[in-house]
């Protein structure tokens, strides 16, 4: 997967990219020490959305990346790619639900992709 493939289709500079089978910067600034195992393009929303709920992060993603988008499916079908929104949801007390809203989960299967929750607790 080439990161600047969906940096153009999205206009959208990602938080992360990784080529695989290259080295890449890691999040504290160093440069891996094995090349990375599968390609990678990703944003955040972390630092844009000042929410512990999942859906202003995901309307924030969906806006940034202009989503829907007509072509997508086709497009990660043509490239070998899948598409997801990971969400990593801090549930220490054990009581939280993430809740992702009936569209956003709708819309993201019509154009090939999914939501997945990790959850900390």
Known sequence: MDP????????????????????????????SSVPGRTGVWGVRSKAAVHSDSLEPHLRYLIDRLNLP?????????????QMRFF????????????????????????MGGTVEIDEYR
């Not at 289709?9 to 080529?19: L, Q």
């Not at 988008?69 to 790619?81: E, F, N």
């Open 69 to 81: 988008r007509d072509d997508l499916r086709q497009l990660l079908a043509h490239k070998g790619a």
């Open 4 to 31: 600047d493939v969906w940096t153009r289709y999205f206009g959208v500079s990602p938080d992360t990219a990784i080529v695989k089978g290259k080295r890449f910067m890691t999040p504290s600034g160093r440069l």
């Open 87 to 110: 969400c990593y949801w801090d549930n220490e007390s054990g009581d939280r639900v993430p809740e992702v809203p009936d569209d956003i989960r709708t819309m993201m299967e019509a």
